[in-house]
T-cell receptor, first 113, second 114 residues
Framework: EADIYQTPRYLVIGTGKKITLECSQT?????MYWYQQDPGMELHLIHY???????EKGDLSSESTVSRIRTEHFPLTLESARPSHTSQYLC????????????FGPGTRLLVL | DQQVKQNSPSLSVQEGRISILNCDYT??????FLWYKKYPAEGPTFLIS?????DKNEDGRFTVFLNKSAKHLSLHIVPSQPGDSAVYFC?????????????FGQGTRLTINP
């Protein structure tokens, strides 16, 4: 089972603030992903990475940005938070030996006031 | 357009009985399917998967069935236990798109009654 960590778990912040959601995994997985999920809805892929210095946008348009400077770290940044960004953000990673099984972190629940 | 659909938002089952969760998909290019379980305030936990070359995969109390002609898959849990109460998501991907991008359904909330 993958060890993947997200901080903070919960964040309440005012409009206009810059925030960074942290995601780290200790399994050496090359591929990492960010999903956004609203209550009662499906998960939507917003960013993914094949490896260091590789980032791509997902299927759902997002104002967030990501970086992948180290294999184990895949932070997501919102330059100016808005109430429409209120959601749950889930980070995942996948090992090469199980190509399509993604393992998820506990998520960050973001509330923008 | 929603490529993966779970048409039942909720399901209630008696403890010890069989739980059957259903999922339909529209993209015939999907060739790998997964089921995840999610508790509130936690990330999804991988349960079981199936490749399109199979029509059944079993792991303990969990069995996934795939009907490619109907573009339908189902997850059977037997016997159901109170700890199985959670939201279940099916997901699908199409390789080789290379990105291993999973497309998720909306989830079905399963409640196991004692």
């Amino acid at each position: 089972e993958a060890d993947i960590y997200q901080t903070p778990r919960y964040l309440v912040i005012g409009t206009g603030k810059k925030i960074t959601l942290e995601c780290s995994q200790t399994m050496g997985h090359d591929k990492m992903y960010w999903y956004q999920q609203d209550p009662g809805m499906e998960l939507h892929l917003i960013h993914y990475s094949y490896g260091v210095n590789s980032t791509e946008k997902g299927d759902l348009s997002s104002e967030s940005t990501v970086s992948r400077i180290r294999t184990e770290h895949f932070p997501l940044t919102l330059e100016s938070a808005r109430p429409s960004h209120t959601s749950q953000y889930l980070c995942a990673s996948s090992p090469p030996s199980h190509l399509q099984t993604q393992y998820f972190g506990p998520g960050t629940r973001l509330l923008v006031l | 357009d929603q490529q993966v659909k779970q048409n039942s938002p909720s399901l209630s089952v008696q403890e010890g009985r069989i739980s059957i969760l259903n999922c339909d998909y529209t993209n015939s290019m999907f060739d790998y399917f997964l089921w995840y379980k999610k508790y509130p305030a936690e990330g999804p936990t991988f349960l079981i998967s199936i490749s399109s070359i199979k029509d059944k995969n079993e792991d303990g109390r969990f069995t996934v069935f795939l009907n490619k002609s109907a573009k339908h898959l189902s997850l059977h849990i037997v016997p159901s236990q109170p700890g199985d109460s959670a939201v279940y998501f099916c997901a699908a991907s199409a390789m080789p798109q290379g990105a291993q991008k999973l497309v998720f359904g909306q989830g079905t909330r399963l409640t196991i009654n004692p």
